[in-house]
């Protein structure tokens, strides 16, 4: 996952906690890991993860979950908690579309390293659909740069990251209403975000429209229990 080191952390542990995902360790090292007293030692940011279950096959597990976050006290350290929880999915979410958009026209997908800080900058303004479509605009602008040439292939990496910076830093400051985009079907959102957007915030359908914020979180959630 990915995000600051403490936000990370604590949704592994939660995730993990929850029975959503499991270390992905060799056999020989899974016993130690999971059975050691001074387990934190290893930490969540050390290891691997593999989901092992998914919404559309594990109805039990979603009632356990509901259960458990039914009466959850929504303090300021849990805000925070969960906070860096969606924003980590968040920047996940964009990162993967970025990924998507770079291969279905035939580019490096791994181009999308080189700008993971400009699209986690771009979410403190906009929800995930409208960084996607801040993706698309600089998707527009890479093709362009690289038919007209004069560019070195090895610098186009770098061109897309900028482009999406820039399309960030100009629809903030000129104040763009920006409808954003609905993911593409063939690329259906994360286990992980369908989890924390149906069963954790409740944002359910709102949940790519909306800027992860503690304050969206807090209307979402509460929202949620006034109608319930």
């Not at 960084?131 to 600089?138: C, N």
């Not at 629809?171 to 409808?179: N, P």
Request: net charge negative; with cysteine; hydrophobic share 45%.
């Amino acid at each position: 996952m990915l995000g600051n080191q403490r936000g990370s952390a604590w949704s592994n542990g939660w995730l993990y906690a929850l029975g959503i995902i499991e270390p992905e360790v060799s056999q020989s090292h899974a016993e130690d890991w999971l059975l050691a007293r001074d387990w934190m030692r290893h930490g969540f940011d050390s290891i691997a993860w593999r989901i092992r279950w998914a919404p559309r096959d594990c109805r039990r597990q979603h009632e356990e979950v509901k259960e458990l976050l039914r009466d959850i006290e929504f303090s300021e350290d849990t805000s925070q908690a969960l906070l860096a929880l969606w924003e980590d999915l968040a920047l996940a979410e964009v990162t993967q579309y970025a990924r998507w958009s770079l291969a279905k026209f035939g580019y490096n997908p791994e181009w999308t390293n080189q700008a993971i800080d400009a699209l986690r900058r771009a979410l403190e303004d906009f929800s995930v659909g409208q960084v996607m479509y801040l993706i698309y605009l600089a998707m527009r602008t890479l093709t362009m740069t690289h038919q007209q040439g004069g560019t070195d292939v090895s610098r186009l990496s770098v061109v897309f990251a900028e482009a999406i910076a820039s399309y960030a830093r100009r629809a903030q400051l000129e104040g763009w209403a920006i409808r954003g985009m609905s993911r593409p079907a063939d690329l259906p959102m994360s286990t992980l975000a369908l989890i924390f957007a149906h069963e954790v915030t409740r944002l359910d359908d709102e949940y790519l429209t909306v800027r992860p914020s503690a304050e969206a979180l807090a209307n979402a959630m509460t929202r949620h229990r006034t109608l319930h």
